[in-house]
């Protein structure tokens, strides 16, 4: 029953009995009574005297309060808090996600333009060409007109009187105009240029795959408060895992000219983060995070095996030119060397094999922030590393880093090239790769700017840097390069986090084409025969390669219909 005390002064009245004051407490019914009550209703029930109940409620009441203040208040105050900076946060990624719809539009009608631009100036060369044709077959066909009247003017008007010699060249004259030139005096018959589209290409439909589109967020629920077993998430990744096929092994492209394919050749999950990928092979590579993987998807199934835990953090890595796996801790001045003894079979995967990670090179004392492969044919080398005194802070950025190549014969010196802030611009460097020219191509990451790379030669001498310093642009558009590396035919790519964006420049630094991915990625290697690898931060590992075939026909059709337009022209 729900207790009502009426306050007299300092009395309280019983709720049952109105005439009555309140004396004891009814521990069962959670109630004040009388004495009338004692006899009655709550006979035989639990109770204490009203003043010790009192006594009681105001320790309660004092040490309530104090816990509010000290505890509850300030959590409560911590939760709005959050959620005021969730919804901040939360509107900021929205605004930034409009941002890119409306850079993306702003891009795919750029290209629409562009082609729009180019089919009319098609469609207006054809009318001009055509137009000549007919033009040039009028005025002949009225000059022969103009010639036949005059002449049959002239021989009606004097046809008694006429000379010899002027009937002889009137009659010629009559004849050769009234004779038809097989070239020049038949009616032109020119095909009217048709333009052609596929209806159902700019439907909706097909056209949000260009656009893109929203994925739909999702929240926390509240946890139950009972207890929740949690799943052993250590299990066994050795063995054999199915190649996933779905419609996502591609990502979509914004159309541009000439532009190449970037397609997924292979892919497949692991149930762990990846954080660096170095290929082996054409299809073979080591995936390391928190472990070493060696993974073979050369066949139909996609085979991985652990071969290594790692207890420290790898800050890069590499291979040598032996195929080695070479990797740089964090905080360490070394180099370390994936080695392994036991049986070593003709398998990928053979057993009994016993790896372990020796040192390799002693760097002290400077740190490798990043390496890779030494390609340069001029160089005897094994692999390339930029190397720092400290790595890059906000209180310690890095200045004039180092480019050291390790000899393959480890008697010889290794080779220094100091890179001069003064004439490359290089900040925080932290992804490094190298073409057979000796030339490098070095990721700056500084904290909390723009990323961009920097191309040098052999010699340290800065080519040319990718984005230009564009003012309009900078504050337009962000880059977050994780990743950049050579083709074999001298271009570029370059992966992005903003946006899910794959940069393709060519040699000069100009950009070609960016494709975009589904999921945000994480970390990117460049293969010998430029197979281009990804890992995801969902777990999701990628083999790309550009297409030619594409670029190539569509030259070939740019090549044929300019001779048409040559021959349409000339006639």
Same mark, same amino acid.
Request: charged content about 30%.
């Given at each position: 029953?729900?207790?009502?005390?009426?306050?007299?002064?300092?009395?309280?009245?019983?709720?049952?009995?109105?005439?009555?004051?309140?004396?004891?407490?009814?521990?069962?019914?959670?109630?004040?009574?009388?004495?009338?009550?004692?006899?009655?209703?709550?006979?035989?029930?639990?109770?204490?005297?009203?003043?010790?109940?009192?006594?009681?409620?105001?320790?309660?009441?004092?040490?309530?309060?104090?816990?509010?203040?000290?505890?509850?208040?300030?959590?409560?105050?911590?939760?709005?808090?959050?959620?005021?900076?969730?919804?901040?946060?939360?509107?900021?990624?929205?605004?930034?996600?409009?941002?890119?719809?409306?850079?993306?539009?702003?891009?795919?009608?750029?290209?629409?333009?562009?082609?729009?631009?180019?089919?009319?100036?098609?469609?207006?060369?054809?009318?001009?060409?055509?137009?000549?044709?007919?033009?040039?077959?009028?005025?002949?066909?009225?000059?022969?007109?103009?010639?036949?009247?005059?002449?049959?003017?002239?021989?009606?008007?004097?046809?008694?009187?006429?000379?010899?010699?002027?009937?002889?060249?009137?009659?010629?004259?009559?004849?050769?105009?009234?004779?038809?030139?097989?070239?020049?005096?038949?009616?032109?018959?020119?095909?009217? !240029?048709?333009?052609?589209?596929?209806?159902?290409?700019?439907?909706?439909?097909?056209?949000?795959?260009?656009?893109?589109?929203?994925?739909?967020?999702?929240?926390?629920?509240?946890?139950?408060?009972?207890?929740?077993?949690?799943?052993?998430?250590?299990?066994?990744?050795? $063995?054999?895992?199915?190649?996933?096929?779905?419609?996502?092994?591609?990502?979509?492209?914004?159309?541009?000219?000439?532009?190449?394919?970037?397609?997924?050749?292979?892919?497949?999950?692991?149930?762990? *983060?990846?954080?660096?990928?170095?290929?082996?092979?054409?299809?073979?590579?080591?995936?390391?995070?928190?472990?070493?993987?060696?993974?073979?998807?050369?066949?139909?199934?996609?085979?991985?095996?652990?071969?290594?835990?790692?207890?420290?953090?790898?800050?890069?890595?590499?291979?040598?030119?032996?195929?080695?796996?070479?990797?740089?801790?964090?905080?360490?001045?070394?180099?370390?060397?994936?080695?392994?003894?036991?049986?070593?079979?003709?398998?990928?995967?053979?057993?009994?094999?016993?790896?372990?990670? $020796?040192?390799?090179?002693?760097?002290?004392?400077?740190?490798?922030?990043?390496?890779?492969?030494? *390609?340069?044919?001029?160089?005897?080398?094994?692999?390339?590393?930029?190397?720092?005194?400290?790595?890059?802070?906000?209180?310690?950025?890095?200045?004039?880093?180092?480019?050291?190549?390790?000899?393959?014969?480890?008697?010889?010196?290794?080779?220094?090239?100091?890179?001069?802030?003064?004439?490359?611009?290089?900040?925080? !460097?932290?992804?490094?790769?190298?073409?057979?020219?000796?030339?490098?191509?070095?990721?700056?990451?500084?904290?909390?700017?723009?990323?961009?790379?920097?191309?040098?030669?052999?010699?340290?001498?800065? *080519?040319?840097?990718?984005?230009?310093?564009?003012?309009?642009?900078?504050?337009?558009?962000?880059?977050?390069?994780?990743?950049?590396?050579?083709?074999?035919?001298?271009?570029?790519?370059?992966?992005?986090?903003?946006?899910?964006?794959?940069?393709?420049?060519?040699?000069?630094?100009?950009?070609?084409?960016?494709?975009?991915?589904?999921?945000?990625?994480?970390?990117?290697?460049?293969?010998?025969?430029?197979?281009?690898?990804?890992?995801?931060?969902?777990?999701?590992?990628?083999?790309?390669?550009?297409?030619?075939?594409?670029?190539?026909?569509?030259?070939?059709?740019?090549?044929?219909?300019?001779?048409?337009? *040559?021959?349409?022209?000339?006639?």
């Amino acid at each position: 029953m729900a207790q009502s005390p009426i306050q007299s002064n300092q009395f309280i009245i019983c709720p049952e009995h109105p005439s009555e004051y309140a004396r004891f407490y009814c521990e069962d019914d959670h109630v004040m009574i009388c004495d009338d009550c004692i006899v009655g209703s709550h006979c035989g029930h639990k109770k204490i005297k009203l003043k010790d109940y009192l006594s009681n409620k105001r320790q309660h009441l004092k040490q309530n309060a104090k816990n509010s203040r000290d505890n509850n208040l300030p959590n409560i105050q911590d939760a709005l808090e959050k959620a005021l900076k969730g919804k901040t946060d939360f509107n900021n990624s929205v605004d930034k996600q409009l941002e890119r719809v409306k850079l993306r539009r702003e891009m795919a009608k750029k290209a629409f333009d562009e082609l729009q631009d180019e089919l009319v100036q098609d469609f207006e060369s054809a009318r001009n060409a055509a137009n000549d044709e007919f033009d040039r077959f009028s005025a002949r066909q009225r000059s022969r007109i103009n010639l036949i009247q005059e002449t049959i003017q002239i021989v009606e008007s004097r046809n008694l009187d006429m000379l010899d010699t002027e009937v002889v060249s009137y009659d010629e004259t009559l004849s050769s105009s009234m004779t038809d030139d097989p070239y020049l005096d038949v009616p032109p018959t020119i095909q009217p !240029p048709r333009y052609q589209c596929q209806d159902d290409s700019v439907q909706k439909g097909k056209l949000q795959t260009i656009l893109g589109y929203m994925e739909s967020g999702t929240y926390a629920e509240v946890a139950a408060v009972d207890f929740q077993r949690r799943h052993n998430v250590d299990q066994d990744r050795n $063995g054999e895992t199915e190649e996933e096929n779905g419609s996502d092994s591609c990502p979509e492209s914004i159309v541009v000219e000439d532009k190449r394919d970037f397609l997924a050749v292979k892919t497949f999950k692991r149930t762990d *983060k990846v954080s660096h990928i170095i290929p082996k092979q054409s299809l073979q590579a080591w995936l390391i995070h928190s472990d070493i993987e060696e993974v073979d998807c050369s066949s139909g199934m996609v085979k991985t095996k652990i071969i290594k835990t790692i207890e420290e953090r790898p800050q890069c890595a590499t291979r040598n030119n032996a195929n080695e796996l070479i990797i740089g801790m964090w905080n360490k001045k070394s180099l370390k060397q994936l080695k392994y003894s036991g049986s070593f079979g003709f398998n990928f995967f053979a057993r009994n094999r016993n790896y372990t990670l $020796g040192t390799y090179k002693n760097t002290a004392p400077l740190q490798a922030v990043c390496l890779c492969t030494c *390609k340069s044919a001029s160089v005897n080398g094994d692999i390339t590393v930029c190397l720092v005194e400290k790595p890059a802070s906000d209180q310690n950025p890095v200045k004039n880093p180092i480019i050291r190549r390790y000899a393959n014969d480890k008697t010889q010196l290794e080779s220094d090239l100091v890179l001069s802030e003064d004439k490359v611009d290089i900040e925080a !460097p932290a992804y490094l790769s190298e073409n057979t020219k000796g030339d490098l191509c070095i990721v700056s990451c500084p904290e909390g700017k723009a990323s961009w790379i920097t191309i040098t030669d052999e010699n340290g001498i800065m *080519k040319f840097k990718y984005p230009e310093t564009d003012l309009k642009v900078a504050n337009r558009i962000d880059y977050d390069f994780i990743g950049a590396g050579f083709l074999s035919d001298g271009t570029i790519t370059v992966l992005d986090r903003i946006g899910f964006r794959q940069h393709l420049i060519d040699k000069e630094g100009m950009l070609l084409q960016i494709d975009t991915h589904e999921n945000l990625p994480a970390c990117l290697a460049i293969a010998p025969n430029d197979h281009v690898w990804i890992g995801f931060d969902d777990g999701h590992v990628k083999v790309f390669t550009y297409r030619n075939e594409y670029t190539e026909v569509s030259m070939k059709s740019l090549k044929h219909e300019k001779q048409k337009r *040559k021959a349409v022209s000339s006639v």
